[in-house]
């Protein structure tokens, strides 16, 4: 029954997730739904970001947490517009959540909508919101194990992101073999190696994300 009740839920959670894609293909908006645990450093990732590209593109922001709008109140600060979605201990956004703030946005005004999802390594992977891609930051601090035990959200993923490399002599991170667990699980994934606080490997990051950003806008 449990099961059955799962596929239900994951069955509906499509359906309108079909419905975002077909409306943010028709506004010709690229989403990017953007995971990791909570730490891994997403919200740092989208200030580096947003401060390069806002004025090269339009982007706006759909901030997800169980609690407070802390990181929203961060990106704001970036003159995006950022919508707070506060999930009560929900583990996750869902295409339902994203489809309500998303009609009360000016989608033809946008060029990027990053969806921040929840800090979890589990639940969002299961979860499509309707976007055209996902990204998923994983930091140094968090063990390199992380891939082989959480494979869903690698795998489902474009780009993985190894995040606070600047710690890597005071972590037992090996990163070879991270990545190499990550293109196993994932063949076609885009590994890039960052640190947010010291502005490293983020150009490649930046750069790929307007590229794909302006071929779906500019098709």
Not at 47 to 63: F, G, M, N, R, S
Not at 67 to 78: H, I
């Amino acid at each position: 029954m449990e099961i059955q009740v799962m596929k239900n839920i994951l069955g509906e959670n499509d359906k309108i997730a079909d419905e975002n894609i077909k409306l943010f293909a028709e506004k010709k908006v690229f989403v990017l739904n953007l995971m990791g645990s909570p730490g891994a450093g997403k919200t740092s990732l989208l200030e580096k970001t947003i401060a390069k590209l806002k004025d090269k593109i339009k982007i706006a922001v759909i901030e997800g947490d169980l609690f407070t709008d802390k990181d929203a109140a961060r990106v704001e600060k970036y003159g995006v517009e950022v919508v707070q979605i506060n999930t009560v201990g929900g583990c996750h956004l869902d295409a339902a959540m994203v489809a309500k703030v998303a009609a009360k946005l000016d989608l033809d005004a946008l060029d990027l909508l990053i969806v921040e999802n929840v800090g979890n390594l589990v639940c969002p992977a299961e979860f499509r919101v309707g976007e055209d891609e996902r990204a998923v930051v994983l930091s140094i601090t968090e063990g390199d194990d992380k891939p082989l035990k959480y494979p869903l959200i690698f795998k489902e993923s474009a780009v993985a992101l190894l995040n606070k490399i600047d710690l890597l002599k005071f972590c037992n991170f090996d990163l070879e073999s991270a990545k190499s667990d990550i293109t196993a699980l994932n063949p076609t994934v885009k590994i890039i190696e960052c640190s947010c606080t010291q502005e490293k490997g983020l150009d490649e990051w930046r750069d790929y994300l307007y590229k794909v950003v302006k071929e779906k806008t500019e098709a």
